[in-house]
């Protein structure tokens, strides 16, 4: 026997590469009977290499046409390579190959790869493959003894790996040092030659030193020279070469960097330290030495760390350039400015300034808000205070703080220099800091300082005051004065004082006066001004501590034409420095101003005048309204007090009047309240508003016209009283007169009546005649009227015809002659018939026999108006008695027809009893019996409470319709029912009752039917416009109008009872337990009494065990079967409405029970009316039965094993086995003979 193992390629050819991990990799085992007899019963055993994993099931294959066959059970459990789903191992057995016929042989080849680091330190991996062949057969000779044995070898990779760490966490500061430590290994199994390690000095280092060192525990020698290292300048990079690195040795470089100075360093880096290894090996391989595992070249390792640069912190302090010195109440604006001119950021900072006592008040501010220390609401230099003292300032890098102080300067004596200094430092522990300028300069003193130079001076103080002798107003010719005071309120003299008043000579005033007096009389030597404008130059300096001088000018008012309040103002000035005791006007000049009123004479003007709106009539006559407006007018802006407005309306001539007012200006409320109906006006402003108009109207209604006077004049006056500035009245004076033109107005008069004869009934009905008489008359004792138009019109279809005929009162008016014989004319319903003309005094009787129509029994009665107008264009007329509208008459006549209406309510199924949820059917039919027709009537039912719903419908009989309605549960509501007579609507309730508890006789439902009177028809509810009559439609009813029904209720209860077998056998034997469930119930809603419960197992039952389960309120009865019983007997005295009460019972099926065992429970109640529900039968008692079917059990034996040792079994079992042996060997001979094709 021999066996032979090569690592091979995927396409079987040997392997001579080198092994990675991850690559593919095959071997292939074979087994070679060269023997001259079979081989059976050959182990086959191999250990994978440590780390390989297979990537598929082994596979097994023979050569074409051998009688090999490869094994298809595997006897070694898991572990080792796959091969059908199983493991190969060498430490427990292995493949049986099975039989291996003579000259025959089988390959195994095992897929998969390094997964995991191929074993180091060693170039190569050996793999051996054994099998152990029957003891009659001898190994190959290349195989050894048996187990015959066969290697194969494969070569792995040269394997580097690298590290760098730094020994710092940063960050880093300028000054401070790295410490980097690069490892180089040899992770494989060969020598690495010419081993390059690079290292770059990234930015942020200024320089570095750098020396090789042996790694602990390994005694590989540094490369020559490199023990003592070197050293690098900025953006160097250490370069050494390693000329040899032995299989798993490794050798250190440090490298310690020095981080740039302040200067150099300005912007954060975040600095990522990278070195580089490269042996000049062909086939290397770099390492993570973390994983295991290969990686992407180049090999390389790095190490990161923040370099953050010093925070510089820079201050300054300031003022503005301009002024050069200040003088006290002088506001100097300090700004201190803090900033990190540095790169890196800055906390704990730390601002300090006290503003010298020289001055007054000081006040902080502080710049961005959006910094939290200048947050408004915590700056502590906010409140006005000397001293700035703010801690805990952060600033990142080039982030500044301004700081602010206003700083007003205090009493000054001479000349000062203050100087004030302003510090800044930082308690930070965490980050390095030093000072510098703004420009990034670095200063090493500590704290950081700024100061800066006022100069402080006393200045002269002028303080100017002007005012005049009143108010006024001043009126022309008046006379009044103005004194300007000047004065010097420092302890220095100011010199070259200049006053002036230049508006003093305005055209204001006529003439103006000044007079000069001072402490110290020099300074008005030379004075002298008589209505120029005030000029004065000092001529000696204004002494300090009060020294003053003052001008008095004596004006006269000059005549003007509007009120004003003039200003006049003065001004001084002085040799500078010198400050304003008062605060400088808009103009920034030291001045002071006094005001004075000037006003000219006040006047006033009054016109009366007829109104342009309405139109005014040429001529005016009794009864019409004159539209007079009296005008009162202020002539000059000068306002006028308690003004006097009278105007005397003659009598008898005006009847009444009413007087408003209205005024030019908003602001005058007088006429706003003001209303008078008095004849004679008397009002009383008080007060007239320069140039203000105030208008009375006047709307007064004429009285009867005296015809003797054809013209009507009237007359308005005004007077101002006393108290007023000086006044005058215009040109038109101060009264105004204007006339009408009047004239007699005809007149007319109507009266329309029931003629006396013959005399008028009371009642008037259908086809009845109605006599009325209409008199039309002018009643003026002065004019005469034409074209008087007299209408009539009867309304239809109330009046079917009528007859007209007039007589006049004065014989020479023909008029009447000729209607009485204009047969259309006075046969018309409608009158419209027009007099000609109508003398003083004169009357025409029209007289109407109107016959009535068919009453409307809905009118209780029946107006009709008579009308008179005459329809001249020329001369106006009035009605008399005198009428807000036409002139008319009215008189009505009074009707009757009265409908007759009955209701009727019934029960269609009769009075009952009824019991719980059963229907109801109710009809309520209302009928009208006539004459007349009725609308709008009400029909209102509501059923009794003991119904739960209900639905309503409606029928109408004869040509009248159902009316509009919606009812809502129980109540039938109707308010729009119409009948024609004779006509009638029945309503149909389907009544559900609800749960009836108790039995109730004689339960009553009322619907009533009514109407009330409105617009003289039946409409809503009344009872008095129509009559109740009983359905034969004569018997006369008493109101309300109603009809009841009756119906009678019941209580309804219920008993059930249900049994049922609870165990789910179907088919029972002797002694097996059955058990049944007895649920008595109460399916109503009243409580039953007495309920008797029974049930007897019967015959192929044994005595059982009987339990019971109470109901909700209704407790187990008392005698249930204490032991085991045959016979359940008990009686609950209540059964509560829909509660259940449960009997259970287990018994067992006796010996010898009938083929079908039927059980029957009972139950009833001592309540008569009680009703059984859910069986077949309604009648007490109620009964439920259930049956079970038995059956007997068949016999039962053990059963027989099949014999398998016995001849004929074994016969048997031979013969299956030749038989799978002829068809295997049949199959392979078919296989044989298809490989030869």
Known sequence: MSVTKQAVNSNGTPFTGTVTNGSPLYYDIKIANYGTVDASNTTLTDLMPTGFTTSTAATCSVPRGALAVCPSVIQTPAGGYIFNQQALKTTSGGITTGALPAGSQMTFRVSGSFTSNVPTPVNVITNTATITPPSSFSCAAVNGVTPCSSSDTVSTNPLIAVTKDVQETGPLYPGQTANYLIRVMNKGGFALTNVVVSDPLPAGYASATWYCQKAAGDQTPCPTGTSAGGSLGAGGTLTSTIASLPAGKSLEYVVQALVQDENTLVNTVSTNNTVTVTPSNATWLCLDPNTGLDKAKPCTSSAPILLVPKAKLAITKTVPATPTVYYAGNTVSYTVTVKNVGGGPIGNVKVDDTVPGSFSSVTWSCSPSANPICDPATFPGMSTGSTLAVTGLSLAASESVVFTAQAVVGSVSGVNGVTNIATASSTSTTAPWTCADMAGVV???????????????????????????????????????????????????????????????????????????????????????????????????????????????????????????????????????????????????????????????????????????????????????????????????????????????????????????????????????????????????????????????????????????????????????????????????????????????????????????????????????????????????????????????????????????????????????????????????????????????????????????????????????????????????????????????????????????????????????????????????????????????????????????????????????????????????????????????????????????????????????????????????????????????????????????????????????????????????????????????????????????????????????????????????SGMPSGAAQVLAVMLPSLAAGETVTFNVTTKVSATPPASIPNTATTKSSDAQTKCVGGASMAMPCVSSVSITTGTKPATGDPKPVPLDQPWMLALMSLALIGTAGAIQRRRARSSAHGKR
């Not at 003193?445 to 005049?468: E, F, H, N, R």
């Not at 004479?601 to 004159?626: E, L, M, Q």
């Not at 006396?756 to 086809?767: D, I, K």
């Not at 509501?973 to 508890?997: E, Y």
């Open 443 to 1117: 200063d090493a003193a500590k704290p950081c300082l700024a100061s800066v130079l006022v100069v402080l001076s006393a200045t002269p103080q002028l303080g100017i005051t002007k005012s005049a002798s009143g108010p006024g107003p001043f009126y022309p010719t008046n006379q009044f004065t103005y004194t300007v005071r000047v004065e010097n309120n420092s302890s220095v003299a100011a010199s070259n004082v200049t006053v002036t008043d230049p508006q003093s000579g305005a055209s204001n005033f006529s003439s103006v006066v000044w007079a000069c007096t001072a402490s110290n009389a020099a300074l008005c030597n030379g004075f002298a001004s008589t209505g120029a404008p005030l000029s004065w130059n000092l001529p000696a300096a204004l002494p300090g501590a009060g020294g003053w001088i003052q001008f008095v000018a004596t004006a006269t008012v000059a005549p003007r034409s509007t009120v004003a309040t003039v200003p006049n103002t003065a001004q001084v000035t002085a040799a500078a420095p010198w400050t304003c005791a008062t605060p400088l006007d808009s103009s920034n000049l030291c001045t002071a101003t006094a005001n004075v009123t000037l006003s000219p004479n006040a006047g006033v003007s009054i016109a009366k005048a007829i109104a342009a709106t309405p139109t005014p009539p040429s001529i005016y006559y009794t009864g019409d309204t004159v539209h007079y407006t009296i005008t009162v007018s202020s002539t000059t802006p000068v306002a006028l007090s308690n003004v006097l407005v009278t105007d005397a309306l003659p009598t008898p001539d005006f009847a009444s009047v009413n007087w408003t007012c209205s005024s030019s200006v908003s602001a005058n409320t007088f006429c706003s309240g003001f209303s008078s109906s008095a004849l004679t006006l008397n009002a009383t402003l008080p007060t007239l508003a320069g140039n203000e108009v105030v208008v009375f109207t006047g709307a007064a209604k004429l009285g009867t016209v005296d015809g003797s006077k054809a013209s009507l004049p009237n007359t308005a006056t005004v007077a101002p009283s006393a108290t007023n500035p000086p006044w005058a009245c215009a040109a038109s004076g101060c009264s105004a007169s204007v006339p009408i033109t009047l004239s007699a107005k005809p007149q007319l008069s109507i009266v329309k009546a029931i003629a006396t004869t013959p005399t008028p009934p009371a009642v008037y009905y259908t086809g009845d005649t109605v006599n009325y008489t209409i008199t039309v008359t002018n009643p003026s004792t002065a004019i005469g009227v034409s074209d008087v138009l007299v209408t009539d019109a009867l309304p239809t279809p109330d009046f079917a015809s009528v007859v007209w005929s007039c007589t006049a009162s004065a014989a020479t008016n023909t008029f009447c002659t000729t209607f009485n014989a204009d047969t259309t004319a006075n046969t018309a319903l409608s009158l419209g018939t027009t007099i000609p003309s109508l003398g003083k005094g004169e009357s025409v009787v029209f007289t109407a026999k109107a016959k009535l129509g068919t009453v409307d029994g809905s009118k209780a009665t029946l107006p009709n108006t008579a009308e008179v107008k005459s329809t001249s264009t020329t001369v106006p007329w009035e009605c008399v008695p005198a009428t807000t509208g036409a002139c008319q008459s009215t008189v009505p006549v009074n009707l009757s027809a009265t409908p007759k209406l009955s209701i009727e309510k019934l029960v269609t199924g009769g009075v009952g009893p009824y019991y719980s949820n059963q229907d109801v059917t109710y009809t309520i039919t209302v009928k009208n019996h006539g004459p007349v027709a009725v609308s709008d009537m009400l029909v209102n039912d509501t059923l009794p409470a003991a119904f739960a719903s209900a639905a309503w419908t409606c029928a109408a009989n004869g040509t009248s319709a159902c009316p509009t309605f919606s009812p809502t549960g129980l109540a039938l509501s109707v308010s729009d029912l119409a009948l024609a007579p004779n006509d009638s609507v029945t309503f149909t309730a389907v009544a559900k009752l609800g749960s009836i508890t108790a039995n109730v006789n004689g339960v009553a439902n009322t619907a009533t039917v009514g109407a009330i009177t409105k617009s003289g028809k039946l409409t809503k509810a009344a009872t008095t416009t129509f009559a109740c009559v009983a359905t034969d439609g004569t018997t006369a009813l008493t109101m309300p109008c109603q009809s009841t029904a009756l119906i009678n209720l019941a209580v309804d209860p219920q008993l059930a009872i249900v049994k049922s077998v609870t165990t789910t056998a179907t088919t029972y034997y002797a002694g097996d337990a059955v058990s049944y469930a007895i649920k008595v119930s109460n399916p109503g809603n009243v409580a039953l009494t007495n309920v008797d419960v029974t049930d007897t197992l019967v015959t192929g039952l044994e005595a059982g065990t009987w339990s019971c389960v109470p109901g909700a309120t209704t407790p187990c009865p």
